[in-house]
């Protein structure tokens, strides 16, 4: 039984095993936790995300969609090697397994065939999604599996699990397939040597942007609370285009929308493309700082 690590001490874990680590958006509060219970923690799952680019994929894995809401997962994990963290606490990502399964995993022995789908696996699995098709042609570069095992290892290490603590989302749920493209047997392998040694030592993390990421179009719709929603808001106040009577506020609204228009047409925007939806290129201009 374990007790989760903090968003800081998962940080440093994976940036102490020679990750490089991007924060993004607002994953720190970024989690399910209003639905379930997230812990005692008892291992850490491995997925494959069936996309492809890095922007999209992580978006996807922050937000989730309309039948599975984000996050996803905890870390995704580009081709390059990079590690996203897009959610901190209970995530959407290993769903109902085997309990005999998980008893295996607590007490790090062999797993027994994952036959039953009785247990809420995103109660007690850290999980990592991994961009690639799943397909079985998409290839697996060696910094993306070096990355695995790092990240693998970074939560295994703080947490003084062995490698049996590690598994792949084929071996908790019947019918998955996901990791495509290796095998867990030789991930494992590898992240038991790694435990073997002393991690590799924190890489040079990247600086953090100064302003916000566009998130998309998508995330700009009724329901959507978010202080990035509040950050824009105030932004829009100060370069005059503000249309609020109270706020602005996190909860995007009528008002958000009519402001963000006043923005487009300030910057020269007209008709539908002046329809109060943000886009990239006048969401860029904006330069909403970093929340």
């Known amino acids: 039984m374990a007790t989760p690590l903090s968003a800081d ?6 940036r102490d095993e020679g990750l490089t680590v991007v924060q993004h958006r607002s994953w720190r509060t ?5 639905k379930g219970p997230w812990g005692p923690t008892h291992g850490v799952m491995i997925h494959h995300t069936v996309t492809s680019g890095t922007a999209t994929s992580v978006e996807l894995c922050y937000n989730g969609h309309s039948a599975l809401p984000g996050p996803l997962c905890h870390g995704v994990i580009a081709k390059d090697g990079t590690v ?3 959610g901190n606490g209970r995530a959407n990502h290993a769903g109902l397994g085997d309990d005999d399964v998980l008893r295996a995993v ?13 247990t809420d696996g995103n109660r007690y699995f850290y999980g990592f999604e991994c961009v690639n098709l799943g397909d079985g042609k998409d290839p697996w570069p060696a910094a993306q599996l070096l990355a695995i095992e790092r990240a693998a290892a970074a939560v295994c290490r703080a947490h003084g699990w062995s490698q049996r603590s590690v598994i792949g989302h084929l071996e908790w749920q019947p019918g998955k397939i996901d990791p495509r493209g290796f095998t867990m047997n030789s991930m494992r392998t590898r992240i038991g040597k790694r435990l073997e040694g002393a991690p590799d030592g924190p890489a040079e993390p990247p ?11 998508s995330f700009f719709t009724v329901g959507r609370n978010s202080p990035i929603v509040a950050a824009m808001g105030r932004r829009l106040v100060a370069e005059g285009c503000g249309r609020y009577t109270v706020g602005p506020g996190p909860a995007w609204s009528t ?3 009519n402001s963000y228009a006043a923005w487009q047409r300030k910057l020269g925007y007209t008709g539908t493309d002046a329809d109060g939806i943000p886009g990239k290129a006048t969401w860029d201009r904006l330069k ?4």
């Open 9 to 14: 001490k998962l940080l440093k874990a994976l």
């Open 30 to 34: 970024n989690n399910r936790n209003h």
């Open 84 to 86: 996203y963290l897009v």
């Open 106 to 118: 607590v007490a790090e022995k062999a797993l027994p065939p994952d036959n039953e789908a009785n």
């Open 207 to 217: 600086p953090r942007p100064t302003c916000e990421p566009f998130p998309g179009a």
């Open 255 to 257: 008002a958000d929308r």
């Open 288 to 291: 909403v700082p970093n929340v």
